[in-house]
């Protein structure tokens, strides 16, 4: 009985999975799922309005090819406007293109996008981002679904807040260091 439920359950886990692949891929249903994201309901903070889910999940881009220095440093890193250029030199935008005309406006002016930062833990306070990735964690289990996701305007519940007792209970469930001293300077 719970065999069969269980065996249900990856079925329909699958099932799931094989649909939203589909639907990334086909044009028809990204151009319908495009003005329901959150993208559209502006006002918020960011400079440009930039869409995760466009990027991450429709185009499918790797996390790390913008956040480059995730598996190999403390902070998971911003790209700068050099690497927007890289893909908007071409793509002027066909929803929002007066948000793609701000990156070549601040490229032209050689000034870095002011981005205003959602995720950060007190100063006392020390996270390697190489640790965690290379322990094998995905991004989501502490971001969210961040490729489902429109501008990002504040963290997911997945992030906990950022707070200790959300740290420390994932370093005793995976049986990680828990000496003060490996978290505070
Ligand atoms: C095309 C480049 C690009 C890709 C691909 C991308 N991001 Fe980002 N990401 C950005 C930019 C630019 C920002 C800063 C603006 C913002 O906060 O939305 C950002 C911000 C973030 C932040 C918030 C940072 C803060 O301020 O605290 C998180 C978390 C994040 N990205 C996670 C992800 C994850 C997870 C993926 C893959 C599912 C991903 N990103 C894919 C460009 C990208
Ligand atoms: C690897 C290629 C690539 C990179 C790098 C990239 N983008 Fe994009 N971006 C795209 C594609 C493809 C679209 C979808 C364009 C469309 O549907 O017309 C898009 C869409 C957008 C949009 C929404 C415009 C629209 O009409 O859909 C914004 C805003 C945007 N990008 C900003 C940025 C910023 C800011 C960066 C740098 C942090 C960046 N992009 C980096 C490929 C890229
Ligand atoms: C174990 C939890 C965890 C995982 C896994 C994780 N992050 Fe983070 N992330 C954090 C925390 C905590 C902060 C705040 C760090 C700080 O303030 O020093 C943060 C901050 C960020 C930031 C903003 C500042 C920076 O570091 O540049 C970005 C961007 C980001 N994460 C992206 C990612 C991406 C992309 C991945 C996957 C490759 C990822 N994170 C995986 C917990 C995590
Ligand atoms: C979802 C689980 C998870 C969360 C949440 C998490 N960690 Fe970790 N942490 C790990 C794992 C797994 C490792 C890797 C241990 C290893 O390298 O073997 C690790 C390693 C570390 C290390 C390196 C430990 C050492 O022995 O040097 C530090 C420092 C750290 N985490 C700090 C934090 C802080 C600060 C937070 C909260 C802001 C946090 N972690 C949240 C799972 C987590
Ligand atoms: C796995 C990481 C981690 C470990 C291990 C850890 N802390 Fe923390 N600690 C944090 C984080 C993250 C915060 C920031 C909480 C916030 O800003 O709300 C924090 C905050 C604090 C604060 C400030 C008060 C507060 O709640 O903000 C004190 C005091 C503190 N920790 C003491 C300790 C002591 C003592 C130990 C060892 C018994 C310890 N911590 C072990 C991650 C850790």
């Known amino acids: 009985m719970q065999r069969q439920w269980i065996l249900g359950a990856v079925a329909l886990v699958a ?17 319908e799922a495009a003005p329901a994201a959150p993208v559209a309901q502006a006002p918020n903070p960011q400079p440009i309005q930039f869409p995760h889910n466009t990027h991450a999940g429709t185009y499918q881009i790797d996390c790390q090819y913008c956040h480059f220095s995730a ?10 406007v050099s690497t927007c250029m890289g893909c908007h030199t071409m793509i002027p935008g066909a929803q929002q293109p007066q948000e793609v005309a701000k990156i070549r406006e601040y490229y032209d002016a050689g ?21 965690h990735i290379n322990a094998g964690l995905a991004c989501q ?8 996701m429109g501008v990002l305007v504040e963290p997911d519940e997945a ?6 007792g959300w740290c420390i209970s994932c370093h005793v469930e995976q049986d990680v260091n828990r000496d003060c001293t490996v978290c505070h300077y």
Do not use: N, Y
Not at 111 to 131: L, N, Q, T, Y
Not at 159 to 164: A, D, E, F
């Open 15 to 31: 099932t799931a999975g094989t649909l939203a692949f589909v639907s990334a891929q086909d044009p028809a249903a990204t151009s």
């Open 71 to 80: 598996e190999r440093s403390v902070d998971a890193g911003i790209p700068p």
């Open 111 to 131: 000034e870095s996008i002011p981005w205003v930062r959602i995720h950060k833990v007190a100063d006392h306070v020390h996270f390697p981002h190489m640790r």
């Open 141 to 148: 289990q502490c971001h969210g679904q961040v490729q489902e």
């Open 159 to 164: 992030w906990g807040k950022g707070k200790m």
